[in-house]
Every structure is written in C-alpha cells, then in structure tokens.
C-alpha cells in the first residue's frame, strides 16, 4: 500500500508538471517573449545566467541583510512576548506600534524609511518590520497557552525556571513558533526585495529585477523569480528544523 507521504509527494509533482504545462502553453498561445517567456526560454537562460559578474554576490548580500532582519525580529519578539505574556501593561503599550507595522503599507514603510537609512540597509529594516508583529503575536499566545494549573503546581513545588521551560513552555510555544516562523520567513524575503526594488541598492536581487524590467529582458526577471522562491523554501525548511530541534528541550 503506498505510503500518505507518496501519494503527496506525488500529487505536489503532477501539480508542479501541470502548472509548468500551463505555463508553456500560455506562452506558446501569446507568442510574445517580451510578455510572458516560456518555462523553456527561462530554463536556458538559468543555465546561463549564474555566470554573469557579482550573481553570487547579490544573492548573498540580499540573503544576509533579510537574515539579518528576520533574526533580529526574531530574538526581539520571543524577548518582548516573554514579557507580554506576562505583565499585560507592557503588550498595551507597544499595541500602537504593532498596529503600525500590521497596517502601514510596505511600500509607504520603504519611502519613509530613504529618508532615515542607506538603500543597502533599507531590506534589514523592512524584513524586521513584517516579521516582528507575526512572531510576537505567536510568542505571547503560545506562552499563554499553558495551563495555569500546571503552573500553579510548578510554583508550589519550587520547579526550577529552566525546567518549566523545557518541560512546560516550549511544548506549548512550539507549534505557534513554527507556524510564525513557516508564514514570516517567506514574508521577509518578499518585503526585503520588495524594498531593494523600490531603493534599488547595488549589488542586490532587487537591483537585478529593476534591471531586467528597464532591459525589458522577461526570462531574468522570471529566473530572478524562481531564485527567490528556492531560497525563501529552503530557508523555511532550514530554520522549521532548526526550530523544532531546539524546541525539544534537548538543548536547554
């Protein structure tokens, strides 16, 4: 009998293989490179394109400077959660700021943001923006979570910090860390080139986007594309395992 992961893996390939046969029919229907390149057309000049000076080096300065962001949301928003989570005061008084970040949007947060940082710095700032809110909300929630019994009993019994943590918290913070991290790593990659296109900073995917839509050049764009996907998937998948190893308990 096949396995439930085979018959998924096995529908995730035949959806992949219809999207790509759609794709290509689209684009043989158009006929217009200009508008709409075909799978096979972006195939070549992926093949290519990697060759091309400073390639490398503006995926790894865009991929640090979203890290950069994204982990420093990251370590801010557990921290401030904590805190939240226990002492009420203190999430009333940084509501202001969370609604701003849920609902200004990006692209008004990016012109604003020109004024006070470098475009090079301009992805660190916009990736913190969009992943703090997210994290937090799940941080707060997760440590709220656990039963108040247990805690009660814990107290009652002098249970060493670092012991409920293991054995009481995280079990409780894991499966809302792993849905903030899953849905904000993707949603830091997408804001961060989303900013580098608006400021377009040297060396950098934004920049390579902004150049292919000025050199009216559509399989780049498309090849950028996909690059950003690939890496937003296998940093998901990177730091999803990460998490839930640490989360275990096994290292604290």
């Given at each position: 009998m096949?396995?439930?992961?085979?018959?998924?893996?096995?529908r995730?390939?035949?959806s992949?293989?219809?999207?790509v046969?759609?794709?290509?029919?689209?684009?043989s229907?158009?006929?217009?490179?200009?508008?709409?390149s075909?799978?096979?057309?972006?195939?070549?000049?992926m093949a290519?394109?990697?060759?091309?000076p400073?390639?490398?080096?503006?995926?790894?300065?865009?991929?640090?400077?979203?890290?950069?962001?994204f982990?420093?949301?990251?370590?801010?928003?557990?921290?401030?959660?904590?805190?939240?989570?226990?002492?009420?005061?203190?999430?009333?008084?940084?509501?202001?700021?969370?609604?701003?970040?849920?609902?200004?949007?990006?692209?008004?947060?990016?012109?604003?943001?020109?004024?006070?940082?470098?475009a090079?710095?301009?992805?660190?700032?916009?990736?913190?923006?969009?992943?703090?809110p997210?994290?937090?909300?799940?941080?707060?929630?997760?440590?709220?979570?656990?039963d108040?019994?247990?805690?009660?009993?814990?107290?009652?019994?002098?249970?060493p910090?670092?012991?409920?943590?293991?054995?009481?918290?995280?079990?409780?913070?894991?499966?809302?860390?792993?849905?903030?991290?899953?849905?904000s790593i993707?949603?830091?990659?997408k804001?961060?080139?989303?900013?580098?296109?608006?400021?377009r900073?040297?060396?950098t995917?934004?920049?390579?986007?902004y150049?292919?839509?000025?050199?009216?050049?559509?399989?780049?764009?498309?090849?950028?594309?996909?690059?950003?996907?690939?890496?937003?998937?296998?940093s998901?998948?990177?730091i999803?395992?990460i998490?839930?190893?640490?989360?275990?308990?096994?290292?604290?």
């Open positions: 096949i396995s439930t992961t085979v018959q998924n893996k096995t995730s390939i035949i992949f293989a219809a999207a046969l759609v794709w290509q029919l689209a684009a229907i158009l006929n217009e490179p200009l508008l709409l075909s799978p096979i057309d972006v195939i070549k000049r290519t394109i990697w060759k091309e400073y390639f490398f080096h503006s995926i790894y300065v865009s991929a640090k400077n979203i890290f950069i962001g982990f420093t949301a990251l370590f801010l928003a557990v921290l401030l959660g904590a805190i939240s989570a226990r002492y009420r005061f203190f999430e009333t008084l940084l509501m202001p700021y969370l609604l701003s970040m849920k609902a200004v949007p990006v692209a008004s947060f990016v012109i604003l943001a020109l004024l006070w940082f470098k090079e710095r301009l992805s660190i700032f916009i990736s913190f923006l969009i992943v703090f997210v994290i937090y909300k799940n941080t707060v929630e997760g440590i709220r979570s656990v108040i019994k247990l805690l009660q009993m814990a107290k009652l019994f002098n249970v910090l670092k012991r409920k943590i293991r054995m009481l918290y995280l079990p409780k913070l894991r499966p809302y860390m792993v849905s903030a991290l899953s849905s993707g949603m830091a990659w804001a961060g080139i989303a900013a580098e296109l608006i400021a900073p040297d060396f995917i934004g920049q390579r986007l150049d292919s839509k000025v050199y009216l050049s559509t399989a780049d764009l498309f090849c950028y594309t996909l690059i950003i996907i690939l890496l937003g998937y296998l998901e998948k990177i999803l395992a998490t839930q190893r640490l989360t275990e308990g096994k290292y604290i």
